[in-house]
C-alpha cells in the first residue's frame, strides 16, 4: 500500500522496540492482547487512513459545509459520510475504551498511533468522532448509569454524535466570564439559555443527534470559575425507550468562515431562544469546570496528535516531491555545462529542510506516543508509586505536546512547502491545505501561551516539591545513563549541560514566584524533546550497528536515518535551547512595561 501520510516503519519502531508495547500484556488490563493484535490493528489504522479517509480530504476541502439560514442545518461535505461510517464499522470508535461501555480496552498507546494516521489522512473529518469520543468519555466518567446508558450507548455506535460547549463571544480563554444561565425547574431539570461560539461537530447532517456538554451558570451561583456547573443538553429530547423525541430548542446561527478546516462544522450554537431548551445536570452543582476539564485534558492531547499528523502528512509529500522533482546539476557538477539533472533531494539545502523536519517529527513521535502510555501506567499499574509517577508525567507532557506539535507542526509544514518552492504555494499540490489546517491546532483547546503558563506555573512550580518535573527529569538521568558508551561523548555533554541550566532555570523562577515577579513565564519545548532523541540513539544501537550505511537494506536504512536525525537534532537544534536559557534569565520586563499606547499608528474602538 503506497502511504503518502505516515512513515510505518517509524511508528512500529517506537511502539515496538522503543516504548516496548508488548510488555504492556503484563497487566490484568491488556493480558488479552498480543502483539499480533496490537500489529494488525496499526495496519489497519493506516489501512482506514490511506484507503478511506485521505481520499476524502481535497474534496471535503473545496466543497466546505453548508448552512441554511432558514432551516439554521449545516451539511458537510457528501463524501465524508461513508468514510464516518466505515470509521465506526471497524470499531474505531471504542478502541481504547472499557470493554463494560462498550470498547475494545486497547491500550491508549495503540490508540495514539491510530489516531496518527488518521489525522494525518483528514484530521477535519476526524474531528466528528474525535469531539464525540471526548463528550462520550466524560459521560462515562461523571454521567449518572442512566445518562450513560441514554446518551453514552449512542454515541459509541456512531448514532448521535457529541460536542464540547465552552466558548461565548465574551468569555473565550476567559471561562469563567460567561454568560450562559441555568434555571432549576420543579422536575430537577434546568432551563438553558445563552450562546456558544467556535463549536466544532456543533451542528451536522450526519448525526440524528448531538450531545453537548454545556457549561452554564446556575442562577444565584457566585461569578467566576467556582460557580460553573455542567449539562448534559440533546438537540433532541430523548424518550424514555431511548428514540428521538421532540426539539430541544438548540438552533445554528451560522458557521465559521475560516482559513482552513473548510469541512468541519464549526458552528454558534443558541440554547433556549424561545426559552424551551432542557439541561440535565452532569456531576454536582458548580463541579462543571473540574468535570470539563476531563474532556479539555483529553482534547489537548488529541490536538497533539493532530499537530503531529498534519505536519507527518505535509513532510511525506515534500519527501516525494523532493525525491522525484528534477531540477539543476549535482553540487560537484555545477561547473559542468552537460552535466545531468538531479533530484532536488540531491541538493544540500534539500537535505537540510528535510532533515530538519524529520528530526522534529521522530522526537514528537516519541513525546506523544510516551505520554500516552503513561495514561495507560495511570491505568493499569497497581504499584502507587509507578501510578504517580506516570500521572506526574502525563500532566507535565500534556501543555509540552499541546503546544509543542502544534507550533512546531506549523513550522514543518512551512518548511515542506519551502522544499517544493513555488508550487508548493499554488493549489495544485496539497500543501496548501497541509498549511492553512495548521494554525488553528495552536490556538483551539487553551492557546499555546495559556499551555506554557499551564507548564510553568501549575504543572511545575505549583507542583507540590516540583514531583511532575522531578518525574521528568528522572528519565532524563537514566536515558544519559543508558545512552554512555553508546553515544558518543559530545552529546551526552551537550544534553547534561542542558539538564543542569534547566534546574537553574526552575530554581529562578520558583523564587521569582516566591517575590511575585512573573516577567517570562514562556518556557519552550526543545529540551524536552531531546528526551526520546537520547532514547532512539540507545534504540539505534541494539537494533543495527549504527555505523553501518547499507543501501540495498531497507532495515539498515532506516536505523542510520534514525541516528542521522537525532544527531542533526541534537548537534543543530538543541544548542538553541540554551539561547532561550539565556533570554529567560535576562529576565527581560518590556512585555509588561508596554501599554496600548506604545503600539502607535492602529486606532482602538
Not at 69 to 97: N, Q, R, S
Not at 467 to 479: C, D, I, L, Q, V
Amino acid at each position: 500500500m503506497l502511504n503518502p501520510l505516515v512513515d510505518t516503519r517509524d511508528v512500529k519502531f517506537v511502539v515496538f522496540e522503543l516504548l516496548e508495547l508488548d510488555k504492556m500484556t503484563k497487566y490484568p488490563a491488556f493480558a488479552d492482547f498480543d502483539h499480533d493484535t496490537f500489529d494488525a490493528t496499526i495496519d489497519l489504522a493506516e489501512q482506514m487512513a490511506v484507503e478511506v479517509f485521505f481520499p476524502t480530504a481535497e474534496e471535503g476541502d473545496k466543497i466546505g459545509v453548508k448552512w441554511d439560514p432558514v432551516t439554521k442545518a449545516v451539511k458537510i461535505p457528501e463524501i465524508f459520510k461513508p468514510a464516518l461510517d466505515k470509521y465506526y464499522e471497524a470499531g474505531f470508535m471504542g478502541l481504547t475504551d472499557h470493554p463494560e461501555d462498550g470498547g475494545m480496552g486497547m491500550p491508549n498507546l495503540v490508540g495514539a498511533a491510530a489516531s496518527e494516521y488518521i489525522c494525518a489522512a483528514n484530521y477535519c473529518l476526524g474531528m466528528y468522532p474525535g469531539l464525540s469520543h471526548g463528550c462520550m468519555e466524560m459521560l462515562f466518567t461523571h454521567a449518572t448509569e442512566e445518562q450513560k446508558r441514554m446518551y453514552g450507548d449512542k454515541i459509541m455506535s456512531g448514532e448521535w454524535g457529541g460536542t464540547m460547549c465552552l466558548t461565548e463571544p465574551e468569555a473565550g480563554s476567559d471561562v469563567g466570564n460567561l454568560k450562559t444561565k441555568a434555571v432549576k425547574q420543579a422536575d430537577g431539570t434546568y432551563k438553558i439559555t445563552g450562546q456558544k461560539i467556535f463549536i466544532s461537530s456543533g451542528e451536522n447532517d450526519y448525526y440524528s443527534n448531538m450531545i453537548h456538554p454545556v457549561l452554564a451558570r446556575i442562577e444565584g451561583d457566585p461569578k467566576g470559575t467556582k460557580g460553573i456547573s455542567i449539562f448534559i443538553v440533546p438537540k433532541y429530547l430523548v424518550n424514555a425507550d431511548g428514540s428521538v423525541g421532540a426539539f430541544n430548542d438548540v438552533t445554528c446561527s451560522g458557521v465559521e468562515h475560516k482559513m482552513g478546516i473548510h469541512g468541519q462544522a464549526t458552528s454558534q450554537l443558541a440554547f433556549g431562544d424561545n426559552g424551551n431548551c432542557v439541561g440535565y445536570l452532569m456531576g454536582q452543582e458548580r463541579q462543571g469546570m473540574k468535570i470539563m476539564f476531563q474532556m479539555m485534558n483529553f482534547a489537548r492531547n488529541g490536538v497533539a496528535i493532530q499537530g503531529h499528523g498534519n505536519a507527518s502528512a505535509a513532510y511525506m509529500h515534500a519527501v516525494t516531491y523532493a525525491k522525484n522533482r528534477y531540477q539543476g546539476a549535482d553540487v560537484t557538477q555545477m561547473l559542468n555545462p552537460d552535466a545531468p539533472l538531479v533530484t532536488i533531494s540531491k541538493h544540500p539545502d534539500v537535505k537540510r529542510m528535510l532533515l530538519w523536519m524529520k528530526s522534529h517529527l521522530e522526537g514528537q513521535r516519541i513525546l506523544c506516543y510516551f505520554l500516552f502510555k503513561n495514561i495507560d501506567m495511570t491505568h493499569a499499574s497497581s504499584d502507587e508509586t509507578e501510578k504517580a509517577e506516570a500521572q506526574g508525567l502525563v500532566e507535565i507532557l500534556t501543555p509540552i505536546c499541546k503546544a509543542g506539535c502544534t507550533d512546531k507542526g506549523v513550522e514543518i509544514t512551512s518548511m515542506a512547502m519551502q522544499t517544493y518552492g513555488g508550487y508548493g504555494y499554488c493549489k495544485d499540490y496539497p500543501i496548501v491545505r497541509y498549511m492553512n489546517d495548521s494554525k488553528i491546532l495552536a490556538i483551539w483547546e487553551g492557546t499555546n501561551g495559556i499551555q506554557s503558563m499551564d507548564l510553568t506555573m501549575r504543572k511545575i512550580l505549583m507542583n507540590k516539591d516540583q514531583f511532575n518535573y522531578k518525574a521528568m527529569t528522572k528519565r532524563m538521568h537514566e536515558t544519559v545513563a543508558k545512552a554512555k558508551g553508546i553515544v558518543e561523548d559530545k552529546y551526552l555533554e551537550l544534553f547534561t549541560e542542558g539538564l543542569k541550566e534547566l534546574d537553574e532555570l526552575i530554581e529562578m523562577l520558583k523564587q521569582q514566584m516566591a517575590t511575585g515577579k512573573f516577567l517570562n513565564l514562556f518556557m519552550h519545548g526543545s529540551m524536552t524533546v531531546t528526551i526520546p532523541k537520547m532514547k532512539e540513539l540507545v534504540g539505534d544501537a541494539k537494533g543495527a550497528d549504527r555505523d553501518a550505511i547499507l543501501n540495498d537494506n531497507a532495515e539498515a536504512a532506516f536505523y542510520t536515518g534514525k541516528t542521522l536525525s537525532s544527531q542533526f537534532y541534537l548537534g543543530s537544534e538543541f544548542p538553541k535551547f540554551f539561547g532561550r536559557a539565556r533570554a529567560i534569565k535576562f529576565n527581560e520586563g518590556a512585555p509588561i512595561k508596554a501599554t496600548d499606547a506604545v503600539f502607535t499608528g492602529a486606532l482602538a474602538e
